[in-house]
Nanobody, 119 residues
Framework: QVQLVESGGGLVQPGRSLTLSCQASGTNFLAYEMGWHRQAPGKQRELVAVISRNGATNYTDSLKARFAISRDLAADTVYLRMNSLTHEDTAVYYC?????????????WGQGTQVNVSS
């Protein structure tokens, strides 16, 4: 069984930075694309950024200048560095992974980590 465990969320002041982490843990799996989505109150879940095993990245255009996704393959961990945070970044951030588990392709979501941007 594989799970995604997120950490790093919390309360942060506007203009500050925050880094989220998400580690895939379990046995007999290989994670391919990993990434982050977010869901603000009253809004649909949206893509933030994704990263492939070879380091190729894709961002929502409006976030590309402030957010950076990175990955540690050996640790099966993906990070999201968020800079110059604003109130509009308040959301639940979800980790997502496309992976092969026991020879079968599938995808997995984390439980979500809350980010509150407030003074």
């Amino acid at each position: 069984q594989v799970q995604l465990v997120e950490s790093g969320g919390g309360l942060v002041q506007p203009g500050r930075s925050l880094t989220l982490s998400c580690q895939a843990s379990g046995t007999n799996f290989l994670a391919y694309e990993m990434g982050w989505h977010r869901q603000a109150p009253g809004k649909q879940r949206e893509l933030v950024a994704v990263i492939s095993r070879n380091g190729a990245t894709n961002y929502t255009d409006s976030l590309k200048a402030r957010f950076a996704i990175s990955r540690d393959l050996a640790a099966d961990t993906v990070y999201l560095r968020m800079n110059s945070l604003t109130h509009e970044d308040t959301a639940v951030y979800y980790c997502h992974a496309e992976l092969v588990v026991g020879g079968r392709m599938g995808d997995l979501w984390g439980q979500g980590t809350q980010v509150n941007v407030s003074s």
